[in-house]
């Protein structure tokens, strides 16, 4: 129930999108619900929402500096946890962009980044969110439905979930002022608006038929100088692999297919696979690394970008934020970092108020309503 006056916001998924999103709405609303299907863990662990964090991640400096303004400090705790730091120096780093090998010498001052794994990342941006006072994470909750009160979205039924099972008649209604869409790609929000009448996006997409197949493993130390390798794909040759050193002297090794080529399973397939277009030291590095855990395949067949822009009608109250609108090809790594940016123009948008029309940037937003008090704006990636 909401107390009088008070503004409520409910954001749908709590992975990055969700969490940057809920960050940014806690100075706005007096309350903000993330309701997110899995349990989530309370350490650094890998989730079953989120089978990309199996794989190699990079958060552009872009990204970092939106998490650092939105939680001063984090940088340092990423690396109080172990992630290792790129700073810049070039011979750190071994970059192959289209054929392109950039040079192993010389610095960069504004191409620095830090390396935490996937899970390390989320597990910090989620601590610092359950810290708020005002921001309850309700986890074991599925998404089933949005509800109306005529053109505006004003709230989602929530169902609970016991070990992975339903429990029956669990469902709740948790009403907001405003409601976030960050259930990500797979998430069902084109089908729900459907069936209030609102119809589908248009959807534009395009064919990537990409593949990773990624194992984690310990290299021994100083086998490599890099920090990160990442060679990309060239014409005639579809194929590509990224190498990450993370937290606790861990890497994450990914190799990549385009095009509907597969790369193979086994480590070992996978140091055969890369031979052909990796440096030599890199290779050997890898043969003397142990797989410290599961190996683990994703396949992406089309990029897609939902076309809420073009959509005859939208309610009010609903908006939509990171891989819920655009997934982008992940071996450019810009999931987090145009998540982040979202976040940062909704944090714009929120301090101009409402009615104010918003900086139409680049990665921008398209359409803007207000609905009572509270902005609901929709975001293109
Ligand atoms: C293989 C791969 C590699 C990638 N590598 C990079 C990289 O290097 N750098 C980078 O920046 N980005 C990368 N990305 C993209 C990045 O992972 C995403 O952009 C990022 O996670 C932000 O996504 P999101 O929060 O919008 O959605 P997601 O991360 O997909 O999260 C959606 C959340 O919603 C929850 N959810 C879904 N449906 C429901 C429901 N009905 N009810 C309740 N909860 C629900 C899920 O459990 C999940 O927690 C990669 C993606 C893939 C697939």
């Not at 172990?82 to 191409?111: E, I, M, Q, T, W």
């Not at 790609?185 to 990409?210: F, I, Q």
Request: aromatic share 6%.
């Amino acid at each position: 129930m909401f107390a009088m006056g008070e503004k409520h916001a409910l954001v749908l998924g709590g992975s990055v999108a969700g969490l940057l999103a809920a960050r940014v709405l806690a100075d706005f609303f007096d309350r903000v619900v993330v309701a997110e299907r899995d349990a989530l863990p309370s350490t650094i662990s890998n989730r079953r929402g989120v089978p990309q964090d199996r794989h190699v991640h990079l958060l552009w400096s872009r990204g970092s500096s939106i998490l650092e303004d939105l939680f001063p400090g984090f940088t340092d705790e990423l690396i109080r946890a172990g992630a290792p730091r790129f700073d810049g120096d070039l011979s750190k780093v071994y970059l192959n962009n289209g054929g392109h090998p950039l040079p192993a010498s010389g610095c960069f001052d504004d191409f620095q980044f830090v390396l935490p794994s996937r899970p390390l990342l989320e597990g910090c941006v989620r601590q610092r969110v359950r810290r708020i006072n005002n921001i309850e994470l309700r986890d074991a909750h599925d998404i089933v439905e949005l509800v109306t009160d005529r053109d505006h979205i004003s709230g989602a039924v929530l169902r609970r979930r016991d070990r992975e099972a339903v429990v029956d008649g669990a469902d709740e209604i948790v009403e907001a002022d405003l409601v976030v869409d960050a259930m990500g790609r797979a998430g069902r929000t084109p089908a729900l608006l459907d069936s209030l009448g609102y119809g589908r996006p248009v959807e534009d997409s395009l064919d990537v038929r990409l593949m990773y197949s990624s194992f984690p493993v310990r290299i021994p130390p100083g086998a490599l100088r890099e920090l990160a390798v990442v060679i990309g794909p060239v014409p005639g040759r579809p194929t590509g692999m990224a190498l990450f050193a993370n937290e606790d002297n861990t890497w994450m090794f990914t190799v990549s297919g385009l095009a509907g080529v597969e790369p193979p399973k086994g480590l070992s397939e996978m140091l055969a696979f890369i031979e052909k277009f990796a440096p030599m030291h890199v290779v050997a590095a890898l043969r003397r690394s142990e797989v410290i855990g599961e190996g683990a395949q994703h396949r992406m067949p089309a990029t897609r970008w939902r076309r809420y822009d073009k959509m005859k009608r939208w309610p009010t109250g609903l908006l939509a934020i990171g891989d819920a609108i655009c997934s982008l090809n992940p071996i450019y790594a810009q999931g987090m970092t145009v998540a982040a940016m979202e976040a940062e123009l909704l944090q714009q948008c929120l301090r101009q108020g409402s009615g104010a029309l918003p900086p139409c940037s680049g990665h921008g937003i398209c359409g803007y309503a207000a609905s009572g008090s509270v902005a609901g704006v929709r975001f293109l990636s």
